[in-house]
């Protein structure tokens, strides 16, 4: 199964996708390997970001003049390559996440794709990576996509990293919906970070009803 809006129906997300840009052969191949992974119970094929997402992610790479950028939770590989694919040549993209085995998938489609160069990826829990990474204005642009429960933790340690009216990216905001009933500790992670956030004077925060919620965060 590929990842769409819970919002929409089959049809509204078809006709959604048809009205973006298309996906090429190497997304459309990575979205297969990882879906087959996820039928041998290697994997969740829904722990991937929707084609869409990865369009609009690419577009704002570009749109942003994002030069550096970072990602929190990379699984197999396909937002980081619509990351990098938004960056200039000389640009840079560090990848976090604890898993060798889904991101030995990521590193062939990133060499395939020709971004491989663009691209570093550290192994290792992601918290305690970021917190050894300078606390200087590094990054343009941020995406978070690994454990929920850490997300808060995630955007803390983000803040003093960004540079300024650099944007963060957090996935899943909405949670299938549940944020307005959690049902488990994710759930209520998100919905109380989604509270914190429309108060936080450091950010200005838009929450888009894409695919499963993908909020912006811009550092004022
Ligand atoms: C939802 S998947 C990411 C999907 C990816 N962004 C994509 O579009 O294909 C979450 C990833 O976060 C990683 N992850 C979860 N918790 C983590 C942690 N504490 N440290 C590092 N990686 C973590 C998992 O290994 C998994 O690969």
């Known amino acids: 199964m590929t990842p769409r809006s819970f919002l929409l129906s089959p049809e509204l997300a078809d006709y959604v996708r ?32 929707a084609p869409e997402q990865g369009v609009l992610m690419r577009l704002l790479t570009t749109a942003l003049g994002a030069r550096r950028a970072i990602e929190i939770g990379t699984f197999t590989g396909f937002s980081a390559l619509c990351i990098a694919r938004g960056l200039p040549e000389d640009g840079s993209l560090l990848c976090l996440d604890r ?11 990133w060499e395939r794709a020709g971004v491989a160069g663009r691209i570093e990826l550290r192994i290792g829990d992601a918290l305690t990576t970021l917190r050894g990474l300078p606390r200087a204005e590094t990054f343009d642009l941020a995406f978070v996509d690994a454990d929920k429960t850490g997300y ?10 960004m540079s300024r009216n650099g944007v963060v990216l957090l996935d899943n905001t909405l949670r299938g919906g549940q944020v307005l009933e959690p049902r488990d500790e994710s759930d209520r992670a998100l919905a109380e970070l989604n509270t914190a956030l429309a108060r936080d004077p450091r950010w200005e925060t838009a929450l888009l009803p894409l695919a499963d919620g ?6 004022r």
Not at 99 to 109: D, I, N, P
Not at 214 to 219: D, E, F, G, S, V
Request: no cysteine; hydrophobic share 45%; charged share 30%.
């Open 214 to 219: 993908l909020t912006l965060l811009r550092k």
């Open 18 to 49: 048809a009205s973006s840009d298309p996906v090429d052969d190497v997304m459309a191949d990575l979205i297969r390997e990882t879906a087959e992974m996820a039928a041998r119970g290697e994997a969740s094929a829904t722990m991937q970001i």
């Open 99 to 109: 898993s060798e085995e889904w991101t030995a998938v990521a590193r062939r489609y």
């Open 152 to 161: 808060a933790a995630y955007v803390e340690e983000l803040h003093p990293r």
